[in-house]
């Protein structure tokens, strides 16, 4: 059975964090409208996001399975949770209730289990944004430089004052809100690393605070052009197209004379890995992360055999002499 492709509308504008997901896992912005065919960037559902309309709600902030694996990172827990509609709510959400005497005694036994399932996950959940720092950390990286350098030119809103809740006091005398303050151009010079939220599209630095950060798609597009990887076998139907996955992919020309792979900069990576305690200590995870680590960062696709066996030696000489044990393939 072919795979059918149809075009997506994209926004004009996208978000801050947008970019950062474009960039660190290919995830492409698309137009998404309210029932009112508003672009939901600028719909007035924002109005009832976050700390006083602070915080940009109406992005998925889910890290989905096939973009984890793209990035060599486990699978998000939040994103298996909201499949599951299983509940994410704080640990101490559960102690409140359990300390809370009016709580039903035949509910309490109800609740001690869910507390064990949220302590389960915060710790899942803890764990796994350990590697998602560690994935955005150079995308987000070249977000700022290119920031930095007006490359990326934004706009956001500017608040009156750099404490949120302060800001939000000298807005409510005005009778505003964060959410009607009108977007302005933010200057190359505001931009530090260390300010920038991304996950909420805001950011602190030289003395303002901007919130509902975006940017122009197409100069994010001009700036991060995205990974690309020849396709063959795409034939147009009417307004869709159609991918024969069927149809075999073209060899790469041998280069005689050079090393196939860079090996180098590989051996650099799981030395690094070594030093922070990161490498994992099944030799098939590392395997699979090292897969996607090539065709993210070098756009070229070893085999699992050559990279198990550049990984040996790792394993020889770090995880057995750690603990005795056989290594397991």
């Not at 970019?19 to 719909?43: K, N």
């Not at 994992?280 to 996607?292: D, L, N, R, S, V």
């Amino acid at each position: 059975m072919p795979t059918f492709l149809q075009p997506v509308p994209v926004p004009e504008r996208c978000y801050l964090f947008e970019a950062l997901l474009w960039v660190a896992f290919q995830r492409l912005p698309i137009l998404t409208t309210d029932h009112e065919g508003v672009d939901i960037r600028q719909s007035d559902e924002n109005r009832e996001s976050g700390e006083a309309g602070y915080a940009v709600k109406v992005i998925d902030k889910y890290i989905f399975d096939d973009e984890c694996e793209r990035a060599g990172i486990p699978p998000d827990p939040s994103w298996q949770a909201a499949i599951d509609g299983t509940s994410i709510l704080p640990v101490a959400h559960y102690d409140q209730m359990l300390k809370d005497r009016k709580t039903p005694k035949a509910y309490r036994k109800h609740l001690k289990q869910e507390r064990l399932e949220a302590v389960r996950f915060e710790s899942a959940r803890g764990e796994w944004k350990r590697h998602y720092r560690r994935a955005i950390e150079y995308p987000a990286s070249r977000i700022f430089v290119a920031l930095k350098d007006g490359r990326l030119p934004t706009t956001g809103k500017l608040l009156p004052a750099v404490d949120v809740g302060e800001a939000v006091e000298k807005l409510a005398v005005d009778g505003m809100d964060i959410y009607d303050i009108e977007p302005t151009p933010i200057p190359k010079s505001f931009w530090s690393l260390q300010g920038i939220d991304f996950e909420i599209s805001a950011a602190v630095g030289e003395g303002a605070n901007y919130c509902y950060i975006d940017l122009s798609t197409s100069d994010l597009f001009a700036v991060f052009p995205g990974e690309r990887a020849e396709v063959v076998g795409i034939e147009r139907v009417g307004d869709s197209f159609i991918l024969n996955e069927g149809v075999p992919q073209p060899r790469m020309a041998s280069r005689r004379g050079r090393p196939p792979y860079p090996w180098e900069a590989f051996h650099l990576e799981v030395a690094s890995l070594v030093s922070r305690g990161e490498l994992p200590a099944k030799k098939e995870a590392a395997i699979q992360q090292f897969q996607a680590w090539f065709q993210r960062e070098l756009n070229v696709q070893p085999s699992r055999s050559a990279i198990g066996e550049k990984l040996t030696p790792y394993y020889e000489k770090f995880l057995r002499s750690n603990n005795g044990q056989k290594i397991d393939e």
